[in-house]
């Protein structure tokens, strides 16, 4: 069996962030204080992935143009595997994050490449048993991507990990796009607030366990911020993964690292448990730094759990 990769088919963009004192008023102009470019997205995923050993394949669409050169350079330092060529029509979509002091954030999206997934790019991906696929449902959002990603379920082998995350977009999937996700997903990840929007549920295991009502087989995950997680493998039982207690200076992104080291654990044959567990120290080490890809390489991830162990001794 050829070794585990994560195939994300979801789409990678680049976030510009903007940092303001506060908004302008509309027809004014203000000073921006800080400005930063980088890839985010699926991107975010895919980082984490692979700084824990997990070999990423990006199975989306890129364009050219500046935006697409972003995008490419920070999977190639990552050495993440870009599946299907450029399109040379139409650059990487952007997100501008407007970002004021109080920490208010105002978001403009402009879609680009990403949005234009086929049938024909992703049958030309060679998904085998021991691969993991996500993508979120940001990636449903686009006509042609959900029409591409729903058949593209349907022809994965029935051995290969699909996870899922809804993402804060939750309220704005079609429920027959949903009912299509939860017929074959393996691992469903959201947090708190996205899995009591879809369940009506008053707290995080019975959340947990009303997902997992829904799927056929694997495990629905419920994202707790510091608390760490609960994990439901059963529509009658559901198990709370303790988080780890840091410093938070940044919690963007923290989701997509979570969700990038549990299925870098799962590829080295961890349990779910053990998995869940080894997601959460990579969510909480990545909050303690200011970005949205830093979660951690393997070695520090290690060193973070040995010293936690530690402490928990001591």
């Known amino acids: 069996m050829s070794a585990p990769r994560l195939i994300l088919v979801d789409s990678v963009v680049v976030d510009v962030v903007l940092n303001v004192e506060l908004l302008p008023e509309r027809g004014s102009d203000t000073l921006v204080e800080r400005s930063d470019s980088f ?26 143009g500046p935006f697409a050169t972003i995008a490419q350079e920070a999977m190639r330092l990552e050495d993440i595997v870009v599946a299907t060529p450029p399109i040379d029509d139409v650059d990487t979509g952007f997100v501008v994050a407007i970002v004021e002091d109080g920490g208010e954030r105002t978001f ?42 729903l058949k593209f379920l349907t022809q994965i082998p029935g051995a290969t990990n699909f996870l899922f995350d809804p993402g804060p977009i939750v ?20 947090n708190q607030r996205e899995a009591f929007l879809l369940t ?89 730094k200011r970005g949205p890809a830093t979660g951690p390489t393997r070695q520090e991830l290690e060193e973070f759990l040995d010293q936690k162990k530690t402490e928990q001794s001591s």
């Open 171 to 190: 309220n704005e999937i079609s429920e027959s796009m949903l009912d299509a996700v939860f017929e074959r997903v393996d691992w469903f990840s959201c």
């Open 200 to 288: 009506d549920a008053s707290n995080s295991s019975e959340s947990a366990r009303l997902l997992r009502a829904r799927m056929n087989r694997g495990g629905a995950i419920v994202r707790v911020g510091a608390e760490g997680c609960v994990v439901a493998q059963s529509e009658r039982h559901s198990i709370a993964v303790a988080g780890f207690a840091v410093e938070s200076v940044d919690t963007n992104g923290a989701g997509d690292c979570h969700l990038g080291a549990f299925a870098a654990a799962l590829a080295e044959g961890r349990s779910s448990l053990g998995a869940a567990r080894w997601a959460n120290a990579a969510a909480a080490m990545s909050v303690t």
């Open 39 to 64: 890839a985010g997205g699926g991107f975010n995923v895919m980082a984490a992935a692979s700084r824990l050993g997990l070999a990423s394949v990006y199975g989306g669409v890129v364009g050219l």
């Open 108 to 149: 403009l999206t402009s879609v680009g490449a990403e949005a234009t997934l086929s049938t024909g790019q992703l049958d030309e991906l060679d998904v085998s048993e021991s691969d993991l696929v996500y993508f979120s449902g940001y990636a449903l959002l686009h006509e042609s991507n959900a029409r591409a990603l």
